[in-house]
């Protein structure tokens, strides 16, 4: 059974920093595309960034490029979300996605929040 633990959410001001974990248990990581989504009250969840299951390629949404960083890690299972010049806009709940390359099975983690506030 595919696990998903998201951490590293917190309160941070705007123009800080965080870095998201996702640990990822239960898969063969490598088979895996892995993407990061958010959600923030009252929106619908959107993807955030996604890293193909050899982490040759990234993706972003227009409105983190530049400012997020998606990766993986593979000996460790686990993917990260670098995030810089946090905005209001970014505080939401993230969400940790795996899909299976082969047959698209997904996973999602139980979330971690994010509040960026003065």
């Known amino acids: 059974q595919v696990q998903l633990v998201e951490s590293g959410g917190d309160l941070v001001q705007p123009g800080g920093s965080l870095r998201l974990s996702c640990a990822a248990s239960?898969?063969?990581?490598?088979?895996?595309?892995m993407s990061w989504y958010r959600q923030a009250p009252g929106k619908e969840r959107e993807l955030v960034a996604h890293?193909?299951?050899?982490?040759?390629?990234?993706n972003y949404a227009d409105s983190v490029k530049g400012r997020f960083t998606i990766s993986r890690d593979q000996a460790k299972n686990t993917v990260y979300l670098q995030m810089n010049s946090l905005k209001p806009e970014d505080m939401a709940i993230y969400y940790c996605?795996?899909?299976?390359?082969?047959?698209?099975?997904?996973?999602w983690g139980q979330g971690t929040q994010v509040t960026v506030s003065s």
């Open positions: 890293i193909t299951s050899t982490g040759g390629t990234t």
């Open positions: 239960g898969l063969t990581f490598n088979r895996y595309a």
């Open positions: 996605n795996a899909k299976d390359i082969t047959w698209g099975f997904q996973s």
